[in-house]
């Protein structure tokens, strides 16, 4: 099955600052990359996604890149605000249907 | 368009009861995931469904634990004699196809906790 392994754990960052996330797949038929955003006692919530045919992928302060050959991703946020503060999940699907496989998540805190 | 409902929002048992966590889908999604996260963990796959039969159930523990997604009616996540263990946030997903470059919607989860 697939595996996905994110780091770091936690990430605190300055306000105004850049934050990165990494994560690795081990699936090579995976061609479905999202991220999502969890706050505290909330539901994981889509904040970008990337699908194979495409290297990177912007929205606004978000960016997703996509390294298929090393079958790595990675998650940008540029200018945190303290908001952006949460835990943060990369996934993948394994397999043939929609199922996803969630990476450990990462703490970002972002200090004003 | 309502989103994916669960319900209840938080559940209290006592050791030895039954949890029945309930997740009604988006609007025309006919596919339902259920997800466990344990507290400061993420979220472990437990079970896929599409309507009237169950997909991939080999994230769910074999014993105590069942789903079903009837025809009518939402998915049914069911625990019996719930052990202390089993306190956790329990999330359900759901997407239109279940194909796998499509997104997945959660609902806000129930809170499990026993006593």
């Known amino acids: 099955g697939e595996n996905v392994e994110q780091h770091p754990s936690t990430l605190s960052v300055q306000e105004g600052d850049s934050a990165v996330i990494k994560c690795t797949y081990s699936?090579?038929?995976?061609?479905?990359f999202p991220w999502y955003k969890q706050e505290l006692g909330k539901r994981p919530q889509l904040i970008i996604d990337?699908?194979?045919?495409?290297g990177e992928k912007k929205d606004q302060r978000i960016a997703v890149t996509l390294n298929k050959t090393a079958k790595h991703f990675s998650l940008h946020i540029t200018e945190t605000q303290p908001e952006d503060s949460a835990v943060y999940f990369c996934?993948?699907?394994?397999?043939?249907?929609?199922?996803?496989?969630f990476g450990q998540g990462t703490i970002l805190t972002v200090h004003p | 368009n309502a989103g994916v409902m669960q319900n209840p929002r938080h559940l209290v048992r006592r050791r030895g009861q039954e949890a029945r966590l309930r997740c009604s889908p988006m609007?025309?999604?006919?596919?339902v995931y259920w997800y466990r996260q344990l507290p400061e963990e993420g979220l472990k796959f437990m079970v896929y469904?599409?309507?009237?039969?169950?997909?991939?159930e080999s994230g769910m523990p074999k014993e105590r634990f069942s789903a079903e997604f009837p025809k009518e009616g939402p998915s049914i996540l069911r625990i019996q004699q719930v052990v202390r263990g089993d306190s956790a946030a329990y999330f359900c997903?759901?997407?239109?196809?279940?194909?796998?470059?499509?997104?997945?919607?959660f609902g806000s989860g129930t809170q499990l906790s026993v006593l």
């Open positions: 609007k025309g999604h006919s596919h």
């Open positions: 997903a759901s997407s239109p196809t279940g194909a796998p470059n499509e997104k997945l919607f």
């Open positions: 469904l599409q309507k009237e039969n169950i997909i991939d």
């Open positions: 699936d090579s038929a995976s061609n479905y």
């Open positions: 990337i699908r194979s045919n495409v």
């Open positions: 996934a993948a699907p394994p397999g043939s249907y929609g199922k996803l496989t």
